[in-house]
């Protein structure tokens, strides 16, 4: 499919252009050469707070609804007009990438240990990061993206912050938290440590020695 650019008025084959949410055939107007020239003018026009400006005006405007509805919708589009194969290699990256990103984010709270910091389970499938404070629901409120699919890339973004604190806990842990009001129940802790073991051979205080003695 050719198109012809309404810029320089030439005629050049679609890939030539950038999509378009808007647009009939959701491809821009303008070729991407084109688009390209009228931008490094633009910018080289500007002073760098001006620059600053229009980067800010620009996020202001994809945060918007409206916005983000068009772009769902052309990326669903262009997903559409994929052969089966580009398809299978995209969802295999998009795989690749959240896992890694989760990784990340679960090394980073769980201070390096991949497993539940309460009952030692350590199948990382069934890991989650816990807001210790139970204050998710706000945490989710209060800030846009904090939740859900974006969440570790939120946390990312942030610099994995240390407010609200996040600990790695297992889902078992986390819905027998919940039930428990909030806290973590006693009888769910070590429940899977290998090292129990290990733990008790530290050496006792004279206390726990006393308090063993009296079963
Ligand atoms: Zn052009
Ligand atoms: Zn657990």
Excluded at 43 to 60: A, C, G, K, R
Excluded at 143 to 160: I, P, S, V
Excluded at 197 to 206: A, G, H, K, V, Y
């Amino acid at each position: 499919m050719e198109k012809r650019c309404s810029k320089c008025g030439e005629t050049k084959p679609g890939e030539e252009f950038g999509t378009h949410p808007a647009t009939r055939d959701k491809l821009g107007i303008w070729c991407r050469a084109c688009r390209k020239a009228y931008r490094s003018a633009r910018y080289h026009s500007m002073t760098p707070e001006q620059y600053t400006q229009t980067l800010f005006e620009n996020n202001q405007r994809r945060a918007d609804p409206k916005f983000r509805i068009q772009a769902a919708h052309a990326q669903r589009e262009r997903r559409r007009n994929l052969t089966p194969e580009q398809h299978a290699k995209e969802l295999e990256t998009n795989r690749r990438y959240k896992k890694k990103l989760r990784d990340e984010a679960f090394t980073h709270y769980g201070n390096g240990i991949l497993e539940c910091l309460w009952c030692a389970e350590d199948d990382i499938e069934v890991l989650t990061l816990d807001h210790v404070d139970n204050d998710g629901k706000k945490h989710r409120r209060d800030e846009d993206n904090a939740n859900g699919r974006y969440f570790y890339g939120y946390l990312k973004k942030h610099g994995w912050p240390k407010l609200p604190r996040l600990q790695l806990i297992c889902t078992n842990c986390n819905i027998a938290k919940v039930k428990n009001n909030g806290v973590l129940p006693p009888w769910r802790k070590d429940k899977y440590r290998k090292s129990t073991n290990e733990i008790l051979t530290f050496p006792l205080s004279d206390y726990a020695k006393k308090e063993i003695a009296h079963g």
